[in-house]
């Protein structure tokens, strides 16, 4: 960031200050927005400080002459920088500046050549006249930007001069010896400007140009702006000490695009902007995120504090380009750019409200609170806990919790004779992985509210449905610990009790995950349903073929064997039958069976965590085909 207003001058011995004797630096350029020791912040006042553009005789608005006057005249400045900008995208400093015969002008290169004034000197000076040239072969208009120190704590940011038009390539400039920087300029030598051409990679969207080096970028599924492939994205860039914000969405169906400027990585208490189209025209509002109710709103939100510099609406492509003032209060609550640093996050939705956006489709938050007018790299804020979560509860409930219960309910009267830890084979196995859904469930529950730090917000049935299973699951083993002797009148009730708490648990587990297919924040693919549908008419056929297998068991052995659903629930059940001594007929069968349905739903599983994992998957893919090709 520019430093040089705060090591401008010497206060004549009566505040010792650190000087800049050389002027601004070339690392300076990307904004003119200078930060002071002790946080003195920028003049808001009116500035007696003015910049003033005239076309020079010769060339025809080619040749430029650029003051920098004082109201009253005798009012004397310190320090200063001034350069020329496009006042159309991407607002590129160009031209470039005569040097000066006093040597009290100091030109610098930003991103060019000498097209940038500074002082020479800390010593007070008066008005001064530069002469500035157009690049040959540009056409059009520009404005000069300048930041004036009066004082060590007096300084104004970001002046503006009235737009000039260019209107003449190529014109020829008679030769001479420079100017004075305390007269008005004439004519002087200055070669002609050609701008050097840069091999660059073919880009698809100028809305990357510039990114990590003359603004901020960021945007939606996490790292895109590496690899130009951003859903939805915002940039900002100080342009004269001024914030200019643009907003872009590429994705299908999106009927917004916003961003928050928000003190931490979550919703609520946030500046807004919003991007809308409306009757084939776009709009741009400003908003604020309220926490309780979330939400955004535009009511008593004032909209001066930005401006609509240019906007477009093509093939479902929204375009903004905002300008916003540096310091706004908006409901109450000071935003200021300048001096305090801000999270980013980027908000996609395909519905919107009379008054306000919708909740949103897609959102992003940047990892880290920066200073907007600081360029850097932005990452988006880690989703590990949002995974961890996912893959907890999918390992849980595809995984663990059927296959225990498919245990529980097909061979109790299977590997008899045999045990595990003290119990017979099939109640060790149970035991075990309905323990791990257990163990995982309520884990992933916990994660989830710590990263959410609160109840969900998505207008979604996932919420509810989770913690209702994680009620039932918890419940669960203790009931357990209470089940009544296999003598006791009561055991019947008990077991069904038990069947009905854990086969609602595990329904609404996967109704659950249905519903988490069309959350925001689980970044699913659509397609995922299929595989989930899948799951479960895998997992009912081969209830239905074990049911089978235990008929056919029956029919065998003369006999009604545990295999069957509910036989352990039926006072009909003697102590007799529930103390068999050996397998069931066709046990065999039923062990080939579970190997079979042990073998996928263990790729139904692997297959579930990978996609929530890796979500969304599409970009995870596409990301890694360009490293390969790469």
Same mark, same amino acid.
């Given at each position: 960031?520019?430093r040089i =207003?705060?090591?401008l001058?010497?206060?004549?011995? /009566?505040?010792?200050?650190?000087?800049?004797?050389?002027?601004?630096?070339?690392?300076v350029?990307?904004?003119?927005?200078p930060? %002071? *020791? *002790?946080?003195?912040?920028?003049?808001t006042?009116?500035?007696p400080?003015?910049i003033?553009?005239?076309?020079s005789?010769v060339g025809?608005?080619?040749?430029?002459?650029? @003051?920098?006057?004082?109201?009253?005249p005798?009012? #004397?400045?310190?320090?200063?920088?001034?350069?020329?900008?496009?006042?159309?995208?991407?607002?590129?400093?160009i031209?470039?500046?005569?040097p000066?015969?006093? &040597?009290?002008?100091k030109?610098?290169?930003?991103?060019?050549?000498?097209?940038?004034?500074?002082?020479?000197?800390?010593s007070?000076?008066?008005?001064?006249?530069?002469?500035?040239?157009?690049?040959?072969?540009?056409?059009?208009?520009?404005?000069?930007?300048?930041?004036?120190?009066?004082?060590?704590?007096?300084?104004?940011?970001?002046l @503006?001069s009235?737009?000039? +038009?260019?209107?003449q390539? &190529?014109?020829?400039?008679?030769?001479?010896?420079? $100017?004075?920087?305390?007269?008005?300029? =004439?004519?002087?030598?200055?070669?002609a400007?050609?701008?050097?051409i840069?091999?660059t990679?073919?880009?698809?969207?100028?809305?990357?140009?510039?990114?990590g080096?003359?603004?901020?970028?960021f945007?939606t599924?996490?790292?895109?702006?590496?690899?130009?492939?951003?859903? *939805?994205m915002?940039?900002?860039?100080?342009?004269g000490?001024?914030? %200019?914000?643009?907003?872009?969405?590429?994705?299908?169906?999106?009927q917004?695009?916003?961003?928050?400027?928000s003190?931490?990585?979550?919703?609520?208490n946030?500046a807004g902007? @919003?991007?809308i189209?409306?009757n084939?025209d776009?709009r741009?509002?400003?908003?604020?995120?309220?926490?309780?109710?979330?939400?955004?709103?535009?009511?008593?939100?004032?909209?001066?504090?930005i401006?609509l510099?240019?906007?477009?609406?093509?093939?479902?492509?929204?375009?903004?380009?905002?300008?916003?003032?540096?310091?706004?209060?908006?409901?109450?609550?000071? /935003?200021?750019?300048?001096n305090?640093?801000?999270?980013?996050?980027v908000?996609?939705?395909s519905?919107? #409200?009379?008054?306000?956006?919708?909740?949103?489709?897609q #959102?992003?938050?940047?990892?880290?609170?920066?200073?907007?007018?600081?360029?850097?790299?932005?990452?988006?804020r880690?989703v590990?806990?949002?995974?961890?979560?996912?893959?907890?509860?999918? =390992?849980?409930?595809i995984?663990?919790?059927s296959?225990?219960?498919?245990?529980?309910?097909?061979?109790?009267?299977?590997?008899v004779?045999?045990?595990?830890?003290?119990?017979d084979?099939?109640?060790?196995w149970?035991?075990?992985?309905? $323990?791990?859904?257990?163990?995982?469930?309520i884990? &992933?529950f916990?994660i989830?509210?710590?990263?959410? #730090?609160?109840? !969900?917000?998505a207008?979604n049935p996932h919420?509810?449905?989770?913690?209702?299973?994680?009620?039932l699951?918890?419940?669960?083993?203790?009931?357990?610990l209470f089940?009544?002797g296999?003598?006791?009148?009561?055991?019947p009730?008990?077991?069904?009790a038990?069947?009905?708490?854990?086969?609602?648990?595990h329904l609404?587990?996967?109704?659950?995950i249905?519903?988490?297919v +069309?959350l925001?924040a689980? +970044?699913?693919?659509?397609?995922?349903?299929?595989?989930?549908?899948?799951f479960?008419?895998?997992h009912v056929?081969?209830?239905?073929?074990?049911s089978i297998?235990?008929c056919?068991?029956?029919?065998?052995s003369?006999?009604?064997?545990?295999?069957?659903?509910?036989?352990?629930v !039926?006072?009909?059940?003697?102590?007799?039958d529930?103390?068999r001594? =050996?397998d069931?007929?066709y046990a *065999?069968?039923?062990?080939?069976?579970?190997?079979?349905?042990?073998?996928?739903?263990?790729?139904f599983?692997?297959?579930?965590?990978?996609?929530a994992?890796?979500?969304? $998957?599409?970009?995870?893919?596409?990301?890694?085909?360009?490293?390969?090709?790469?």
């Open positions: 960031m520019w =207003v705060a090591l001058f010497v206060s004549n011995a /009566f505040t010792p200050t650190t000087t800049l004797p050389q002027g601004a630096p070339e690392s350029c990307d904004t003119l927005l930060f %002071h *020791g *002790g946080g003195i912040r920028p003049m006042t009116v500035s400080f003015s003033v553009p005239t076309a005789a025809q608005g080619q040749i430029l002459t650029v @003051e920098i006057r004082s109201v009253p005798e009012l #004397r400045f310190g320090g200063f920088m001034l350069h020329a900008r496009t006042t159309s995208p991407p607002y590129k400093v031209g470039r500046f005569a000066s015969i006093d &040597g009290l002008v030109l610098i290169n930003c991103d060019g050549v000498d097209n940038t004034a500074t002082h020479v000197s800390p007070p000076k008066g008005d001064i006249g530069l002469q500035w040239q157009a690049p040959n072969d540009f056409l059009g208009e520009v404005v000069f930007n300048a930041t004036i120190a009066q004082e060590y704590d007096k300084f104004w940011v970001g @503006e009235t737009p000039v +038009q260019v209107v390539r &190529g014109a020829v400039i008679p030769p001479t010896t420079g $100017i004075s920087t305390t007269r008005r300029p =004439v004519a002087s030598t200055v070669p400007y050609v701008p050097q840069k091999a990679q073919l880009n698809t969207d100028s809305i990357y140009e510039g990114c080096s003359t603004k901020n970028c945007g599924p996490n790292n895109c702006v590496t690899s130009q492939n951003c859903q *939805g915002v940039t900002v860039e100080v342009i000490g001024k914030f %200019h914000f643009e907003l872009k969405s590429i994705a299908n169906n999106v917004y695009i916003a961003v928050g400027i003190t931490d990585d979550r919703m609520g946030d902007m @919003e991007c189209p409306e084939g776009i741009a509002y400003s908003s604020y995120v309220t926490a309780q109710p979330l939400g955004a709103t535009r009511q008593q939100v004032p909209q001066n504090v401006r510099q240019n906007s477009s609406f093509v093939d479902g492509v929204i375009y903004c380009k905002i300008e916003r003032d540096a310091v706004t209060t908006i409901l109450g609550k000071e /935003f200021d750019l300048i305090n640093k801000y999270h980013l996050l908000a996609l939705g519905s919107v #409200r009379p008054d306000s956006v919708d909740y949103h489709d #959102r992003l938050a940047s990892s880290q609170a920066i200073n907007l007018g600081e360029v850097q790299y932005l990452r988006g880690s590990l806990l949002f995974r961890l979560h996912g893959a907890f509860m999918l =390992v849980a409930w995984g663990a919790a296959a225990g219960i498919l245990l529980a309910r097909y061979f109790k009267q299977t590997w004779g045999s045990s595990l830890c003290g119990k084979q099939w109640f060790a149970h035991r075990f992985f309905m $323990i791990a859904t257990w163990a995982l469930t884990a &992933g916990v989830i509210f710590v990263e959410l #730090r609160g109840w !969900s917000a207008d919420a509810i449905l989770g913690t209702v299973t994680t009620i699951c918890f419940i669960q083993p203790f009931m357990a089940r009544p296999p003598t006791d009148k009561n055991r009730i008990f077991n069904w038990h069947w009905f708490v854990g086969n609602a648990a609404l587990a996967i109704v659950t249905f519903f988490a +069309q925001t689980a +970044q699913l693919p659509s397609w995922y349903d299929w595989i989930l549908v899948a479960v008419a895998f056929v081969m209830h239905f073929v074990f297998a235990g056919v068991s029956d029919q065998s003369a006999r009604r064997v545990n295999s069957f659903p509910m036989t352990d !039926s006072p009909r059940n003697s102590v007799k529930q103390q001594k =050996v069931a007929p *065999g069968l039923r062990k080939g069976l579970l190997a079979i349905y042990l073998i996928i739903l263990s790729l599983v692997i297959a579930s965590v990978v996609i994992v890796l979500a969304p $998957i599409g970009d995870t893919v596409r990301s890694l085909q360009s490293d390969m090709q790469n």
